[in-house]
C-alpha cells in the first residue's frame, strides 16, 4: 500500500501516520519506487536528456542487437 500511495505522490508524513509509524525511518523500508518512477527519474537527468538528443539526432547512432530496439512498456 506505501509504495502505491508514493508513486502517487502522496507525502511520507501521511504514510507514517497512516502506517502508524512513529519516524519516517521506520515508515521508508516500505517504500519501493516503481520501475516507472525509476525511470522518469533518471530521464530527467542532464546526461540523460544530452544522450537522447544526440540518439534522435543521428549524432549517435546504435545499434542493438536482437531484431528490435527496446521498447518501453
Known amino acids: 500500500m506505501a509504495s ?3 508513486d502517487k505522490g502522496t507525502d511520507i508524513l501521511v504514510l507514517q501516520s497512516l502506517l502508524g509509524h512513529n ?3 521506520s515508515t521508508e523500508i516500505y517504500i519501493h519506487p516503481s520501475a516507472d ?3 522518469d527519474a533518471l530521464e530527467k537527468l542532464p546526461g540523460v536528456i544530452y544522450m537522447k538528443q544526440l540518439i534522435e539526432s543521428g549524432e549517435l547512432p546504435l545499434a542493438f ?3 528490435k530496439a527496446p521498447q518501453r512498456e
Open 4 to 6: 502505491h500511495l508514493n
Open 23 to 25: 519516524t519516517t525511518r
Open 37 to 39: 518512477m525509476v525511470r
Open 65 to 67: 542487437q536482437g531484431s
